[in-house]
């Protein structure tokens, strides 16, 4: 199933029973993560299932102070870092922002991809309590 807002996709894996999605991929997240390597993938969704458990990821970090409450998945090769950029709202993981890097430091470039995304995601979710109080 697709979900249109109004500047970005969002992709949304959904259970048969129609209970609310596990994974929500955010703007192009998941046509990047696809374009990883297959072990890498592999790892990367390996502990995005962790997360959607309730465990801890094999390896992972806190995007805090720069984006508080999102976590960073983390995998490499010989020739790149690969992250996956997440928060979990509502017993919803929802995948912010995909990327690689050759250095140690996140570029600012995409923080501010997962900050505009969180920021929609929030405006997105208040929206959706607002629409219930007033059904």
């Not at 995601?121 to 219930?132: E, I, Y």
Request: aromatic fraction near 10%.
């Amino acid at each position: 199933m697709f979900i249109y807002n109004s500047s970005e996709l969002c992709y949304l894996l959904t259970v048969a029973d129609g209970s609310p999605p596990d994974v929500v991929f955010e703007g192009d997240s998941r046509a990047v993560i696809k374009s990883f390597p297959d072990d890498i993938r592999e790892d990367l969704g390996a502990d995005l299932w962790r997360v959607q458990n309730g465990e801890k990821p094999l390896d992972s970090g806190s995007m805090a102070p720069v984006l508080p409450k999102v976590f960073e998945l983390r995998a490499e090769d010989r020739d790149l870092w690969y992250r996956v950029l997440y928060v979990k709202l509502e017993g919803v993981v929802y995948v912010l922002h995909c990327f690689t890097k050759k250095t140690n430091k996140t570029p600012p470039k995409d923080i501010e991809v997962a900050r505009g995304r969180l920021s929609a995601l929030k405006r997105r979710l208040a929206g959706r309590k607002k629409d219930k109080l007033f059904r």
